[in-house]
């Protein structure tokens, strides 16, 4: 199949055709995705929680980012991948912000990259745009505001709120985005704003209205200790079988049962008899 573009998603907003997005942070998992058909591919900051086993997704590097964005791009020929822009990695200033995404295009391979922010960041928006760089915009709830917003709480709840991100995302839009990130809208609100940008929006605990839909693959598949957003189902309990194979593992092990002649390598019997045979002479 043809490599997908930012045009191929926008064709789908166009067509009403859902756009698939999860996130990656490995070569294994990019494959398993690009063997799935999913659309896109985030290698969101979200790496340091659920990978690196960080509180939050704000000690998350540059250099992080560039790592995880190379092994996803080797496993995923076909899907369009977006890196994350990590938290400060473009906040500072807009020659911050383009030295930064740059790499993660020329150093990790990355489509497009994802950056978080309202109206406030559209000239960063417009200055990646002007020098060719692909931008994906996220408004809502910002996991790198979170303190800010004073926790995981779900945005838009009032008229000025609601106003407000619908203004972000027009801005957004007139700043060239190509797409928006909707995250802890209510459902109804989040509708709205698909319907009054032109741009693909992809949802993630914002409704079935939006043009897309994102997951962390490690809410999917149940592999994640910590806590479970009421927005992620999850569709295996991947922990659960790992588990049950780890403890297998070391039962077998205790039990001399593995490894077992199947899976031993073996020497011809004229070679053992004359190594065996070497051993004695040298008083083994």
């Not at 659920?50 to 190379?70: N, W």
């Not at 807009?94 to 497009?112: C, H, Q, S």
């Not at 079935?208 to 189902?233: E, I, M, N, S, Y």
Request: with cysteine; hydrophobic share 45%; net charge negative.
């Amino acid at each position: 199949m043809d490599k997908i573009t930012i045009h191929d998603i926008q064709a789908k907003k166009t067509r009403g055709e859902p756009i698939t997005m999860l996130t990656a942070y490995d070569y294994p998992t990019a494959l398993l995705l690009e063997q799935s058909g999913i659309d896109v591919i985030l290698v969101g900051d979200s790496v340091g929680m659920v990978v690196h086993g960080l509180e939050s997704t704000l000690p998350v590097t540059m250099d992080m980012m560039v790592l995880h964005c190379r092994a996803v791009r080797r496993g995923a020929a076909r899907a369009l991948v977006i890196g994350d822009m990590p938290f400060m990695s473009y906040q500072l200033g807009i020659d911050d912000a383009k030295r930064n995404a740059a790499r993660l295009l020329v150093e990790g391979g990355a489509d497009a990259v994802k950056l978080e922010g309202g109206a406030h960041m559209a000239p960063t928006v417009r200055a990646l745009v002007e020098i060719g760089i692909a931008v994906q915009g996220h408004i809502g709830l910002t996991p790198q505001s979170v303190s800010q917003m004073g926790g995981f709480k779900v945005q838009g709840k009032s008229v000025a709120a609601a106003r407000k991100l619908i203004d972000d995302a027009r801005a957004l839009e007139r700043a060239g985005a190509f797409s928006l990130v909707l995250e802890g809208i209510p459902a109804r609100l989040a509708g709205l704003i698909t319907r009054s940008v032109s741009i693909p929006t992809i949802g993630i605990g914002a409704g079935a209205a939006c043009d897309g839909q994102v997951l962390v693959t490690h809410d999917l598949l149940g592999l994640f200790d910590r806590f479970t957003p009421k927005f992620a189902k999850q569709y295996a309990d991947l922990a659960g079988a790992m588990r049950a194979a780890f403890d297998a593992f070391r039962a077998d092990v205790q039990a001399r049962a593995f490894p077992a002649p199947e899976h031993e390598f073996t020497l011809p019997d004229d070679v053992w008899d004359a190594i065996a045979a070497s051993d004695s002479d040298n008083g083994g």
